[in-house]
């Protein structure tokens, strides 16, 4: 699995090139589909250490309630 930076370099550069129109109808539609699996993936990955942010919060407050 590529990293969150990387992931997210290449959904930008996918998007510039979709807005300026600088690949044609067949292109443009597997280039949405990438897209929209690198989407998927940030927001996954995001989710994921939201998670372990909370699990981490929990655990230090128990900790310092002792």
Not at 44 to 62: A, F, G
Request: net charge negative; charged share 40%.
């Amino acid at each position: 699995m590529k990293n969150f930076e990387t992931e997210y370099k290449e959904l930008q550069t996918i998007v510039e090139k979709l807005e300026k129109g600088e690949v044609y109808l067949d292109a443009s539609i597997d280039q949405f589909k990438k897209g929209m699996e690198l989407l998927t993936s940030l927001r996954s990955q995001l989710k994921k250490v939201e998670n372990e942010l909370k699990e981490l919060d929990v655990k230090l407050t128990e900790d310092s309630e002792q």
